[in-house]
């Protein structure tokens, strides 16, 4: 018999990693598919009646073909956590594939209730993280290639390379959130006051509602 290869092996490593240290709460049944329809507000999602639940449940292509990049940043992540995949509620595992155009940055983000890691399908990226010491923690990567994000910590990835480069990225949380910090400082609602940011960025506040008219929705 052939042995596995190593991306398979990697997804039975990470596989193995995300299912020891999740980071959601304990199961406590075989499985509580989200019913992602029901008005009951819980810490996660109400169980969908088990006759009711269908291969189609566990079940996703979203992830199979590479995303479109031609936005703002050249780079774009595609989720398969428990809103796509309703199976995973409970089961605190979660995947997403981002793609990168040449150039295309997944700008400065956190996860709040995830640890992420990513192997590369191709190309090759810069991707690093800032420790609360203001340490920053970098690596270059090519095809192949595993790096960790610690839970919480600010990181990104950029593509410097010449050809489009894309990323497999697991996490211990059926639903790890995102706070990309451009779009949360400058772009949130209500507004962040001027004053508030343009005293944290030692700047004034005409730059600050320059930068804030970027970050509003496109019309």
């Known amino acids: 018999m052939a042995s596995p290869t190593p991306f398979l092996s990697l997804l039975g490593l990470v596989a193995f990693f995300i299912i020891t240290v999740s980071a959601d709460p304990e199961m406590l049944q075989d499985l509580c598919v989200a019913d992602l329809s029901s008005g009951i507000k819980v810490n996660g999602f109400p169980c969908k009646d088990a006759a009711n639940v269908t291969p189609l449940d566990f079940f996703s292509q979203g992830i199979a073909n590479p995303g479109l990049t031609n ?15 309703p199976g995973l509620n409970t089961l605190g595992v979660s995947l997403a594939r981002i793609d990168y155009a040449p150039g295309g940055l997944n700008p400065p983000h956190t996860h ?108």
Do not use: C, W
């Not at 936005?71 to 995949?85: E, K, P």
């Open 71 to 85: 936005n703002t940043f050249g780079a774009l992540v595609t989720g398969a956590n428990v809103m796509t995949i």
């Open 112 to 219: 709040p209730r995830a640890t992420e890691v990513v192997y590369v399908l191709e190309g090759t990226l810069d991707v690093g993280f800032l420790t609360t010491a203001n340490r920053l923690i970098s690596q270059s990567l090519k095809k192949g290639d595993v790096f960790a994000f610690p839970r919480g910590l600010v990181h990104f990835q950029k593509n410097n390379g010449r050809v489009p480069a894309a990323v497999i990225a697991a996490f211990n949380s059926q639903l790890p959130g995102t706070q990309s910090l451009g779009a949360t400082l400058f772009g949130s609602t209500p507004p962040v006051p001027d004053e508030i940011l343009s005293q944290a960025f030692q700047t004034t506040p005409r730059i600050v509602k320059n930068i804030k008219s970027r970050f509003q929705p496109k019309k």
